[in-house]
Antibody, heavy 123, light 106 residues
């Protein structure tokens, strides 16, 4: 079964840091681009960051550029998101998502989604 | 940055056809993907590349894209189709989502 499982969310003070992780199973992880998409409470979906299958291409939304860093470890089938200088507006459910086609980046649909991990930013 | 505009809500009676639009500048030149999200659940891809339906998605779901509007069409709407629907595309290798449309089945 294809599965993505996120972890690492929690309560953090403004200005603090948090590291999210996503572990993949059921498919050849190192063939696919992976992304983080977030959803603030009661709001819509927002693309946060993506990384190509071989980490050659990385992208960030303007809202997180310079504060968040995406990375992957293909040997461990894992995706990470290091979040620094967190703000109240970063509070959201963070989803890990797999792009649909092999060896592409930034063209396909998000085929598979995890269940998300909640990040709460509050003092 | 590229903006996608969706109606906040669409209502339809069971058995009828629902059409959810997604507007954007020359969106017909881009590939549009659609997701369904039910309360408390992760999004699910229902249409990719304007009109491709993944396995497991009912044939009642279809998509089209031309000019400045992409459309998700749900035929013979069922109560279980009630959900939020989002369109999405890529612009300069950045993901862009529409604001979402809440489909209510009356």
């Amino acid at each position: 079964e294809v599965q993505l499982v996120e972890s690492g969310g929690g309560l953090v003070q403004p200005g603090g840091s948090l590291r999210l992780s996503c572990v993949a199973s059921g498919f050849t992880f190192d063939d696919y681009a992976m992304h983080w998409v977030r959803q603030a409470p009661g709001k819509g979906l927002e693309w946060v960051s993506g990384i190509s299958w071989n980490s050659d291409t990385i992208g960030y939304a303007d809202s997180v550029k310079g504060r968040f860093t995406i990375s992957r470890d293909n040997a461990k089938n894992s995706l990470s998101l290091q979040m620094n200088s967190l703000r109240a507006e970063d509070m959201a459910l963070y989803y890990c998502a797999k792009e649909e086609e092999k060896h592409s980046y930034g063209s396909d649909a998000f085929e598979i989604w995890g269940q998300g991990t909640m990040v709460t930013v509050s003092s | 940055s590229y903006v996608l505009t969706q109606p906040p809500s669409v209502s339809v009676a069971p058995g009828k056809t629902a059409r959810i639009t997604c507007g954007g500048n020359n969106i017909g030149r881009k590939s549009v993907h659609w997701y369904q999200q039910k309360p408390g659940q992760a999004p699910v891809m229902v249409i990719s590349y304007d009109g491709d339906r993944p396995s497991g998605i009912p044939e009642r779901f279809s998509g089209s894209n031309s000019g400045n509007t992409a459309t998700l069409t749900i035929s013979r709407v069922e109560v279980g189709d009630e959900a939020d629907y989002y369109c999405q595309l890529w612009d300069s290798s950045r993901g862009v989502f529409g604001g979402g449309t809440k489909l209510t089945v009356l």
